[in-house]
């Protein structure tokens, strides 16, 4: 076949959509990728406070004489990670450059401590730019990330850097990502400055787009429905995260590991969030609920609080990953697989069932400081021996996590009042004296200071579990007295 032909084959796939026909020399045709999502489309906001930011990335990439550098300023956790991602993906869908590696990243605050090998991979040794990162960058993407972390002497060696490599046949496109307050670096050649909004400066509508995004994570990855009191929906919505979207996920997944401290043993009920499953500063915001009564009812009078393990929406279990890696991995109440209770003597356990506690003790430390699954641990034979009954492994998982939020000062119940104290001391003696024990190693090893309440509210795990008091009227009048929302 001759090579008038060929070309003439490819440029008609090309008019049909098949093929993506690059701008670069020599010319390359890519297959076209009308199976993925187009690039932006995923992203919320993309209508609204992110579309001129998207404009500006497209406009930078398909620049004529060829694509313009991109500095991104936005303050941390805004999503200028996924936001470069969604750039990587138009570059390639489109067929703009041609190098096929993955883009080069660096990541300039992982060496703050250590600014001569910062200086290694930006320049080469000696400045030798040959033995550095842009040898391999021709006809790629070179992303720096946390750009405001070079000084003075590092920027100036940067441009020149850039006004080098823009004279390479095919030149790499650069993408700076700085703080906010960062100003553009300035070079002779055009950079195409891209602001990214924080969470407080987004549409109402928006905020909530994103809280349930995460929320859809979550029960996603627990498998479980979980479903928010609509205060707690109220809250996020108000709360200021000094980590935007990183601190928002964050609360989100700590609140549903909080709850889900609850349903552990019944895996067919839906995990509810309580506000307090909230932090207290995410609490604190519902103060300024009255303020914005319009706008939270505009968004939430209609809105769907329960969110499915089964989304309905399109989005695939693997779109919803991708979704949480991209704006970085966190913890989820699903790395906490709690079997239901399995009231056995160690004895005759048999060790496919020590195997899988042994796994669920691993997976309990990604949720829970190893050092406090260690004093549970230590103390739990001590309370064995008080209680005359084997510490099941539900109750031992939900208090890891209860410690584990008074350590981390995160909201836990009403305390108890002094008639539900003395309640406990006299009806329920070993279980308060194991409590106590407890309270003594973490006041002793942690450092806390544990009161006759909370010391009441470690009690109640264990009363929960005794088989003379399971069903019985005093747990639901605890539930009552405390202010506990009732399973």
Not at 47 to 64: C, D, E, G, R, T
Not at 193 to 216: G, N, V
């Amino acid at each position: 076949m001759q090579r008038t032909n060929v070309s003439a084959a490819l440029n008609a796939l090309v008019r049909k959509q098949k093929l993506v026909k690059t701008k670069t020399r020599p010319v390359q045709f890519l297959l076209a990728a009308s199976h993925l999502q187009e690039p932006f489309t995923g992203l919320i906001g993309r209508l609204n406070s992110l579309q001129h930011a998207i404009k500006l990335a497209k406009a930078a990439v398909l620049y004529p004489s060829g694509p313009l550098n991109i500095h991104i300023v936005a303050n941390g956790g805004a999503g200028s990670t996924t936001f470069v991602h969604e750039i990587q993906n138009f570059v390639e869908q489109r067929g703009i450059l041609t190098a096929a590696s993955s883009p080069i990243i660096v990541k300039c605050r992982d060496y703050a401590d250590d600014i001569h090998q910062l200086d290694s991979q930006l320049f080469g040794e000696h400045g030798q730019l040959a033995h550095s990162l842009w040898a391999h960058s021709e006809g790629g993407i070179v992303v720096i990330d946390h750009y405001d972390y070079l000084d003075g002497p590092q920027r100036a060696q940067l441009t020149s850097v850039m006004e080098a490599v823009a004279s390479h046949k095919q030149p790499p496109l650069i993408i700076l990502v700085s703080g906010i307050d960062q100003e553009i670096l300035r070079t002779q050649q055009l950079i195409m400055k891209i602001e990214l909004p924080d969470f407080k400066q987004r549409p109402w509508s928006e905020r909530w787009a994103l809280i349930r995004r995460f929320l859809t994570i979550e029960a996603q990855q627990s498998k479980r429905t979980i479903r928010l009191e609509l205060a707690v929906a109220q809250a996020l919505m108000l709360a200021n995260y000094d980590q935007n979207l990183k601190t928002m996920k964050a609360t989100i997944t700590m609140a549903c590991a909080q709850a889900y401290v609850r349903f552990m043993a019944d895996a067919d009920r839906e995990v509810r969030v309580y506000l307090a499953d909230l932090s207290p500063a995410v609490q604190q915001a519902l103060a300024h609920e009255r303020d914005y009564q319009q706008e939270l009812a505009a968004v939430l009078a209609a809105a769907d609080l329960s969110f499915a393990a089964k989304s309905s929406s399109g989005l695939s279990s693997d779109s919803l990953q991708a979704s949480r890696q991209q704006v970085e991995p966190g913890i989820s109440p699903r790395s906490v697989q709690v079997p239901r209770s399995v009231e056995q003597s160690p004895s005759v356990i048999k060790p496919s069932i020590v195997q899988q506690r042994a796994s669920n003790t691993q997976n309990l430390a990604q949720i829970v400081a190893p050092l406090i699954i260690k004093i549970v641990k230590d103390w739990q034979p001590d309370c064995e021996r008080l209680l005359a009954r084997p510490l099941t492994e539900s109750v031992f998982n939900g208090l890891c996590l209860h410690i584990n939020g008074m350590y981390r000062q995160m909201p836990t119940t009403k305390p108890a009042s002094a008639t539900m104290i003395t309640q406990l001391q006299s009806q329920h003696v070993a279980e308060y004296e194991a409590a106590v024990k407890l309270a003594q190693v973490l006041a002793t090893k942690l450092d806390l200071t544990i009161s006759p309440a909370e010391v009441a509210l470690l009690a109640t795990f264990l009363v929960a579990q005794s088989p003379v008091t399971r069903h019985h009227p005093v747990c639901f009048t605890s539930c009552k007295e405390w202010g506990l929302p009732r399973p």
